[in-house]
C-alpha cells in the first residue's frame, strides 16, 4: 500500500481521530439500494451517516453495522486514505493507487471488526 507513516505520526492521528470521535464516533454501516436490490458495507462518522440517510432515503436502505469503532492503527489508516480520496476528487484526479489504499484499510477496519466487507 501507499501509505507510509512512522509511528509518531500514527501516534499523533490516532490523539486526533480520538478527539474527532468525541464529536462524530466512527461507524461501520450498510448502504442498500432498493432499486437494485445490492449493498455496500463502509467505514464512515456519525453525523455523514446521518447525512447520508436523510439525503438519500427514496434510494437506500442504511443500517449500522457497528456502533462506536475502536480508534486502532488501522483506523487511522483508513482516515488518511479517505482523507487522500477526498483530496484527489477535489483536484480532480483520477488515482487507481488511493482507491486501492482505500478499499483496503476499509477491509482491515472490518476485520477487525468482526465485519464482512461484502453485504
Do not use: C
Request: aromatic share 8%; glycine share 2%.
Amino acid at each position: 500500500m501507499a501509505i507510509k507513516l512512522d509511528s509518531d505520526q500514527v501516534k499523533v492521528l490516532k490523539a486526533q481521530l480520538s478527539e474527532a470521535n468525541k464529536n462524530s464516533h466512527f461507524v461501520i454501516i450498510e448502504a442498500f439500494q432498493k432499486d437494485e436490490h445490492t449493498g455496500a458495507r463502509m467505514v464512515t462518522d456519525w453525523n455523514n451517516y446521518v447525512n447520508m440517510k436523510t439525503t438519500n432515503k427514496e434510494n437506500f436502505q442504511f443500517r449500522i453495522i457497528r456502533d462506536i469503532l475502536p480508534i486502532t492503527d488501522n483506523l487511522v489508516y483508513w482516515a488518511v486514505a479517505q482523507q487522500n480520496l477526498h483530496a484527489a476528487t477535489q483536484k480532480g484526479q483520477q488515482n487507481e493507487q488511493v482507491i486501492d489504499d482505500l478499499e483496503y484499510y476499509t477491509n482491515k477496519v472490518m476485520e477487525e471488526n468482526k465485519v464482512k466487507s461484502s453485504g
